[in-house]
């Protein structure tokens, strides 16, 4: 009788410890998860296509042009940024500073292809602007119908 106690309290003492470390793996990987998320920020985009041109509207909120890296390619329009934003606000009785660090990236797949070298950026008012001319055009021809 006295071996079967032991078996079961081992079988107790193997169980919680898997418990326990199941537990902390999993507040590890929700840590981990929180990290990566504050550390990088995937900013929203719209794409519009026009007869001639692709443009696309990145909002970067906070981003300054120099600290900005564009690159475009037929199909793909790439973001690349650090952030570093520090906010203070000031009250009667308290101070607070709240700050902001992380990378922007932002791959954007294009729906026709362009023509890279001819591609033009403006930041504004927190919205990169990418006007790209497509490199077929659209063109309607009237075909006369014998």
Do not use: C, W
Request: glycine residues 4%; proline residues 3%.
């Amino acid at each position: 009788m006295k071996r079967r106690d032991h078996v079961l309290e081992m079988k107790d003492f193997i169980t919680k410890m898997m418990d326990d470390t199941a537990e902390v793996l999993d507040s590890t990987r929700k840590d981990i998860t929180t990290k990566i998320v504050d550390y990088t920020f995937v900013p929203g985009k719209d794409i519009i296509e026009t007869d001639d041109d692709i443009i696309v509207h990145i909002a970067l909120p906070g981003i300054k042009k120099e600290d900005l890296k564009l690159n475009v390619s037929e199909k793909i329009v790439e973001v690349r940024a650090k952030f570093d934003i520090e906010a203070d606000i000031s009250g009667t009785y308290v101070t607070l500073t709240d700050r902001q660090t992380g990378i922007v990236k932002r791959d954007v797949i294009l729906p026709k292809k362009v023509i890279p070298d001819k591609a033009s950026a403006k930041l504004e008012n927190g919205i990169l602007r990418v006007k790209i001319p497509k490199l077929e055009k659209t063109e309607l021809h009237t075909v006369k119908i014998e």
